[in-house]
């Protein structure tokens, strides 16, 4: 990223008191509302698996709007010690909202190792959370993001390849023992691992369903390769809907594009269309769109703040511009 490192970042960090990552944003009681992860420095060695992304806790925070630069951190909404089945790494979160409850989504790492998904609620926004005493039934991987759709409908999409672990699920059941993140990664000439997305229970705590794959088509119609890196999905799910389209958004990891692939359901297929957002300085790239008042908000976020730490992250906020065909406008995040 050294090209990025000698322009201007377009935005500036929300919030610089603490590190924040992955901004899962929301508009909740007429605010914003952001569900970031909160990263630390555990003081574990960067390894292949994402050991050194060691985050223990959430903080929630919020804006009157996403353009004013005020932000309010109402501080520790959930903590890993309060979560009976989950030991650690406390990654990219989401939340929802429904009939008076607010939803709070996030995997973490089990005693066995593997990443599940599990559910908190609370009557505020901002929580506190409280956890559910179990992760949800059939959950595995990282990385969800919950959408309500007009009908009422929730869908869970989720998954996260190489350190997130799909490609250890590919049986239905957890491979234990890998020598490197990407054992029982395809072949590049291979389908490529797909995110999963799930229908949830009316009251959003589990799944209704099994988790079905989110296909991404190419422009001659064929599901995208595993060794097609630039494009294919690597982690980061996010779904938002614009004009009856279904805009199903995500990270290709490695190469560091946020991409998205456009449908006409909740379940896809989607065709890849482009990128909403080019690499940022650090390794990941996470996201949310959202609309407020009539304009559309990337959230995103980078390693300005750290100087380039890759898991010392901070979150940030641009507009985005829809072209009349639905397409978007490829945001660089630094000029
Ligand atoms: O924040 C930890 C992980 O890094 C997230 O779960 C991924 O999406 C990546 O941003």
Redesign the pocket.
């Known amino acids: 990223m050294s090209e990025e490192k000698n322009l201007k970042p377009i935005s500036e960090p929300l919030i610089t008191s603490i590190y924040t ?2 901004p899962s944003a929301h508009v909740f009681e007429g605010k914003i509302y952001i569900y970031p ?1 909160h ?1 630390i420095d555990a003081g574990l060695p960067e390894d292949d698996f ?1 050991g050194h ?1 060691g ?1 223990e806790d959430y903080h929630v925070l919020s804006m009157d709007s996403p353009t004013d630069g005020k932000v309010t951190d109402h501080g520790v909404a959930l903590h890993v010690k309060d979560v009976p089945w989950a030991e650690r ?1 406390m ?2 979160p989401d939340a929802a909202y429904k009939n008076g409850t607010y939803y709070f989504y996030f ?1 973490a790492k089990c005693k066995d190792g593997a990443f599940r998904i599990g559910v908190a609620t609370s009557k505020n926004p901002a929580g506190p959370f409280k956890a559910q005493p179990e992760a949800i039934k059939g959950s595995f991987s ?2 969800p993001c919950t959408f309500i759709d007009d009908d009422g409908k929730a869908y869970m999409y989720f998954g ?1 390849i190489w ?2 672990q799909l490609q250890r699920w590919q049986t239905g059941k957890f491979i234990e023992n890998v020598k490197t993140q990407r054992d029982h990664e395809p072949a590049d000439d291979q389908p490529a691992l797909c995110a999963k997305v799930a229908r949830m229970t009316d009251d959003l705590l589990e799944f209704d369903e099994k988790p079905r794959d989110v296909v991404i088509l190419d422009e001659n119609g064929k599901p995208l390769l595993a060794g097609d890196y630039d494009r294919r999905f690597f ?2 799910a996010w779904m938002f809907k614009r004009n009856g389209k279904y805009y199903f958004t995500y ?1 290709t990891g490695d190469t560091h594009y946020i991409r998205y692939a456009i449908g006409d359901n909740p379940y896809g297929p989607f065709k890849h269309t482009g990128a909403i957002l080019n690499p940022v300085i650090g390794w ?3 996201h949310s769109v959202v609309e407020f008042k009539g304009k559309w908000y990337l959230y995103y ?1 980078d390693s300005t703040l750290s100087g380039g730490q890759t898991h010392l ?1 901070c979150v940030k906020v641009t507009e985005i511009q829809f072209r009349p065909d639905g397409t978007i406008e490829t945001v660089n995040a630094y000029k």
């Open positions: 990552a992955d992860s990263d994402g992304f985050m790494q990654w990219a995997p990282i990385d996260g350190g997130g982690e980061a990270s990941t790239s996470h976020h992250r």
